[in-house]
């Protein structure tokens, strides 16, 4: 096992107090404090089984061959970070202190955000009790052995700019092993919109990937008693209804750009299959068979829709070209064939069938005819499942032995089966987000009518239980990252 970096002493933090930005104190030998700073009052723990990978780390990073801090790497330069998959793996350590004497509530309330977020990353994990830092020290001499020697890898610091125009939100971001800033940008004084796109181009600077902090999740509530189809930012902020038209609205999916969802609705009394233009607000009918039209996903490149059809009086899946009209059918099976899900190349479909006595999850190449491969065995009435961004596994909802619903994993060749949940809960409708180690899920851990949407990292075991403002009927959907105005 890799180890992720290398760190220096552990120190106390007990005795730092609020020293000014030249009364530092000297660091010793001891016990160094992470955790601390929380945000939003939302309930965050660790998973009582958190499962150990699924294979060994992943290296990310950019400019050239992997390289690790003091490895390689030249001053100035970007560090190569390696991915966490396991939980006894150190994370990297960050900082994010105050600024002397000039911190704002409104800059207090960020940083106190981003603490709380990056830490969800599976990425970065937070020091306490960290002094403050005069804001000269931001573009001027900046203290990186003190900072080293604290037990940060990195420190992020934010600063306010003010202007005639409004002024502008200023973040940097330290590494104390180049003693050399690896991130500085500045964005538009609005700090609901800034953290985000701050948040994500770190992310992407440690480990090659998509952040989870522009995306939304997709989601159907309870209005009125209809079901109605509603969107939330990734944590639970800013809900916002998609439809309202009083009816049942299921089963929401994304197109790659996230400008578009799909979803199937019984408005017209049949479940007919809809597109929702997310700008300007548009809805448009996709596809009306008699009978089912249901469970369908846009393909990555955006030109085909796969979905569930009753024609020919048995429900299979079925292939729309993206504006070119007509249907190609997938399978031809007595069995109904349902829940549809692409590969990230859009060469193969995950989907759940009955054909072989209970619902199973199978997998074939997106052509008329292919061969099926099953690959559950494990678990009966299986549903749900979803293809992750990194092409390598597949979340699905199964029935354990126990009678309860749950999250499971399985490889794409059939293999490394593993049950994501545990409890006597039920837990359903898994969705990935972009960076393929966060997934979305129901739970009724606070009764069967009272469901709760679950953040989780399935690699590091934890997760965040989002506060949303209705009733959760399921079918939840992960939108892609979506561009932030700067």
């Not at 977020?117 to 599976?122: N, P, Q, T």
């Not at 299979?316 to 069995?335: E, F, Q, S, W």
Request: charged share 20%; proline share 9%.
């Amino acid at each position: 096992m890799l180890p992720l970096l290398q760190h220096p002493p552990s120190l106390p933090f007990s005795q730092l107090g609020e020293k000014g930005p030249n009364e530092l104190p000297s660091p010793s030998t001891g016990e160094s404090a992470r955790g601390g700073e929380g945000g939003g009052g939302r309930r965050e723990k660790r998973w009582p089984c958190a499962w150990l990978l699924i294979g060994g780390l992943a290296l990310g990073g950019f400019g050239g061959p992997p390289t690790v801090a003091g490895q390689g790497a030249s001053p100035g330069s970007p560090r190569v970070y390696l991915e966490v998959k396991d939980p006894s793996t150190q994370l990297i350590s960050f900082a994010i202190p105050p600024l002397a004497q000039h911190e704002t509530p409104a800059l207090r309330s960020l940083r106190e955000r981003v603490i709380s977020d990056l830490e969800f990353s599976g990425v970065l994990s937070v020091l306490s009790n960290v002094p403050s830092v005069p804001p000269s020290q931001l573009t001027g001499s900046f203290p990186y052995a003190w900072w080293k020697d604290f037990g940060a890898d990195l420190v992020i610091a934010v600063d306010e700019e003010e202007s005639p125009s409004g002024g502008r939100l200023h973040f940097y971001v330290f590494d104390t092993a180049l003693a050399s800033p690896i991130l500085e940008t500045k964005m538009s004084n609005d700090p609901e919109a800034a953290a985000p796109v701050f948040m994500d181009e770190l992310i992407k600077r440690l480990t090659g990937r998509a952040g989870l902090y522009q995306t939304r999740i997709a989601f159907v509530g309870y209005s009125k008693g209809a079901k109605e189809i509603y969107v939330a930012d990734w944590d639970g902020r800013h809900v916002r209804p998609i439809t309202r038209n009083g009816s049942i609205n299921l089963a929401p999916a994304w197109d790659v750009g996230g400008k578009r969802l799909l979803y199937t609705s019984y408005v017209r009394r049949n479940p007919d299959l809809y597109v929702y233009e997310m700008n300007p607000g548009v809805t448009d009918l996709v596809s009306n068979y008699p009978g089912l039209n249901y469970g369908a996903e846009i393909s990555p490149d955006g030109k085909q829709i796969v979905a569930t059809i009753t024609k020919a009086r048995n429900s299979d899946l079925y292939v729309m070209d993206i504006g070119k009209g007509g249907v190609t059918r997938l399978t031809d099976h007595p069995a109904i064939d349902s829940s549809p899900t692409w590969s990230p190349d859009g060469r193969r479909v995950a989907f759940v069938s009955d054909r072989s006595g209970t619902p199973q999850v199978y997998v074939m190449d997106a052509q008329p005819g292919a061969e099926v491969q099953r690959l559950t065995f494990e678990t009966t009435q299986n549903d749900s499942p979803t293809w992750s961004p990194r092409g390598d596994f597949i979340a699905y909802t199964g029935l354990s032995p126990e009678g309860k619903f749950h999250i499971y994993l399985v490889s794409t060749q059939g293999w490394g089966h593993r049950k994501v949940t545990s409890g006597m809960f039920n837990h359903e409708f898994p969705t990935w987000a972009p960076d393929g180690r966060h997934l979305a899920y129901t739970t009724d851990r606070r009764g069967r009518d009272q469901l709760t949407v679950v953040v989780a990292d399935v690699f590091l075991g934890r997760e965040r239980e989002l506060d949303l403002p209705m009733r959760i009927a399921g079918w939840l959907a992960w939108s892609p990252p979506l561009a932030a105005a700067r």
